[in-house]
């Protein structure tokens, strides 16, 4: 199949080479000294989006913010501009739900289709291809793009239409925020009280309180490790997404608010290009 990739930073760049690997012709935009290695794995650089959508038959963006999708969509020598009917454009990006549904109609307007399918998992997953995939999409181009994502990830669920799939990314981004916070919350106070932390987390391991999260990121907030996995700028980014959707919603979310703060503080402080388990360092030296 002919795969067009455009987005290759710390995520983009494995899940390019898993679909390069898998013996699909994929065309890369955006390839920098960093990404070099595709186009010698075989994978074939150009220089527009809009050429990259004219040579692919789908699509793929992996970008880090609203605007920035816009532009590659929409921008001079974009994507829209190398649209035709029968192609698929996949955004696998975190961007705004609103935004999304009308980035679909734009593309609509081209004849081409249009899916938003973001990711959790983070650069381990995208490293290992075992990445959740949420995607909004007809039941038509989720069954097109599947073999795809089952390149790039492991657990796959079409959530319903296009805009679905970046409002179940919000959701998920909401609680592992939260519970991120919580686990620092409460290894903060295991400390203070003068306890062995690493013993309470291996405790509460086997408890109720047990969770992936307790389990990574609390090794990392104990062994104070903090090489980013995922940027608390760019959970900052999701927090702010789900705050917008809350307002338009006229939806009380108290936490979510809490933890923007938190993250504002974070990132004023210098944090924000450290993973996201480094909100423990707000509570603790």
């Known amino acids: 199949m002919k795969i067009g990739f455009i987005g290759l930073g710390v995520m983009g760049r494995p899940m390019a080479g898993h679909l390069i690997a898998a013996g699909h012709d994929v065309f890369l935009h955006r390839v920098k000294n960093a990404s070099q290695p595709l186009v010698e794995a075989g994978g074939k650089a150009l220089g527009t989006a809009r050429a990259v959508a004219e040579a692919a038959e789908i699509i793929i963006l992996m970008l880090p913010d609203t ?3 816009e532009a590659v969509l929409f921008g001079p020598d974009g994507v829209a501009e ?5 192609k698929l454009v996949i ?4 961007i705004s739900p609103g935004a999304t ?24 997953g995208a490293k290992a291809a075992s990445l959740t995939i949420m ?3 007809s039941e038509a181009d989720f069954a097109r793009a599947k073999p795809l994502f089952e390149l790039m990830g492991k657990n796959i669920t079409r959530i319903g239409v296009v805009g679905d799939g970046q409002t179940a990314k919000v959701t998920n981004q909401v609680i592992v925020g939260l519970t991120i916070q919580a686990v620092a919350e ?8 003068g306890a062995d932390v690493a013993k309470v987390r291996e405790a509460l391991m086997g408890g109720f309180a047990a969770s992936r999260i307790l389990e990574v990121h609390g090794e990392r907030m104990i062994k104070r490790t903090f090489d980013p996995g995922f940027r608390i700028r760019l959970h900052r980014k999701d927090i702010g997404l789900a705050m917008e959707a809350a307002k338009s919603l006229e939806l009380y979310l108290p936490h979510a608010a809490s933890l923007q703060q938190l993250m504002n503080k974070a990132l004023a402080d210098g944090l924000g290009d450290k993973d ?9 030296d």
Do not use: N
């Not at 955004?91 to 975190?94: A, E, F, L, R």
């Not at 980035?103 to 650069?123: C, K, L, Q």
């Open 91 to 94: 955004d696998m990006s975190s």
């Open 186 to 193: 409460g290894l903060a106070l295991a400390k203070a009280a």
């Open 101 to 124: 549904k009308a980035f679909a109609a734009r593309i609509a307007e081209t004849g081409a289709s249009y899916a938003d399918a973001p990711v959790s998992g983070g650069e381990v």
């Open 135 to 137: 995607v909004g999409s």
């Open 276 to 284: 996201h388990s480094a909100l423990i360092s707000l509570l603790q």
């Open 67 to 69: 605007p920035d999708v």
């Open 82 to 86: 190398g649209c035709a009917p029968g």
